[in-house]
């Protein structure tokens, strides 16, 4: 779908972009993260045709987007951080236009506007005035509008900027189904936006790809411990702790610890507090020690209601990217 090689882009003699190199395969769904200044934006505007590089070379569907900037952008949907919304017309005086000026011939235009507001679910405001519309409709027009000629690429920078969390969702709903018949290209900060909707991950940092694939392959090439979630019942220990006037909890979290940090191949145990009345513990281990580690609590009496491998969150590995895994892990080195 496309190819970029080299793309790179200089406002003046500062560097903003590149030079990048990668591919993006038909119906991919593809995330860019980074910091805010990195390039994110300036990157999609490029690919885009919103913004001509300063050197490198960017092919869609066998189109160059440098010889031919015209032809690619009728490949192309481009949703800005900012919906380029004219505020004094009707949301479907609006997709009409967007259609035209993408080339579609009238007739085309009016079959293709009541498929796309159902898409977005804004057949009910088709003759409201976009001015009138709250900023969550407003992004969904801005979607509208990016969809409305059928692209074969979808570029959507910061969808869900400044939503509130109802929209958020309904903007995730919307999304998951535009990558049905898009291959679709998102920036964002909302890391667990990307992380549902995404496939495949681009990090960046000072104009330059530092890492891709999915968020499991980020987080095997950082990883070098595993950590399991574990709750437990008290055991034995507590009745005598609380008959000696002690706690019970905290005489079998102490001695879930203690027993714990004795099994084989478990580098460091802590306490996660209650997890439904039973004691929690996040477990760092050198590889998978899940048997060893329900093995040795039901020998000592302990009923173990919740045993789990725990998937590392991509805040944790995007961190660790931009800012260096020493400063990420201490920060905060056990994954919820």
Do not use: W
């Not at 882009?9 to 990195?38: E, M």
């Not at 032809?71 to 919304?85: C, E, I, K, T």
């Amino acid at each position: 779908m496309l190819q970029a090689s080299g793309l790179t882009k200089y406002f003046g003699g500062k560097r903003a972009v590149g030079p990048v190199s990668f591919q993006i395969d038909q119906g991919r769904t593809v995330g860019f993260l980074g910091l805010n200044g990195v390039g994110k934006t300036t990157l999609l505007r490029m690919i885009a045709c919103d913004l001509r590089p300063s050197a490198g070379s960017l092919v869609v569907r066998g189109i160059d987007g440098v010889r031919d900037p015209h032809g690619l952008r009728r490949l192309v949907g481009f949703l800005p951080q900012y919906p380029p919304l004219y505020e004094d017309m009707t949301v479907g005086d609006y997709l009409r236009f967007a259609g035209r000026i993408r080339g579609m011939d009238a007739p085309s235009v009016e079959r293709r506007i009541p498929e796309v507001e159902d898409l977005t679910h804004l057949r009910h405001m088709h003759n409201e005035i976009v001015r009138h519309l709250s900023h969550g409709y407003r992004q969904r027009v801005g979607v509208a509008q990016a969809v409305v000629h059928d692209p074969d690429l979808l570029i959507l920078d910061e969808p869900t900027h400044g939503l509130d969390p109802a929209q958020i969702v309904e903007m995730r709903t919307l999304i998951r189904g535009l990558t049905e018949h898009h291959t679709v290209l998102i920036s964002s900060h909302n890391l667990p936006e990307i992380s549902e909707t995404c496939d495949h991950l681009f990090v960046l940092d000072a104009g330059e790809i530092i890492a891709s694939g999915t968020e499991q392959e980020l987080s095997g090439r950082l990883l070098q411990s595993r950590y399991v979630e574990v709750s437990v019942l008290p055991g034995r220990d507590a009745v005598a702790a609380a008959g000696a006037g002690g706690t019970a909890s905290d005489a079998s979290a102490a001695s879930v610890t203690g027993l714990l940090s004795n099994v084989p191949g478990v580098k460091q145990v802590s306490s996660a507090g209650r997890d439904d009345g039973a004691l929690a513990f996040v477990i760092e281990t050198a590889d998978d020690r899940r048997a060893d580690i329900c093995k040795a609590l039901v020998e000592a009496g302990y009923g173990v209601v919740r045993l789990e491998q725990s998937r590392r969150k991509l805040e944790n590995v995007f961190l660790e990217l931009v800012q260096g895994s020493e400063g990420a892990s201490d920060r905060d080195h056990i994954p919820s």
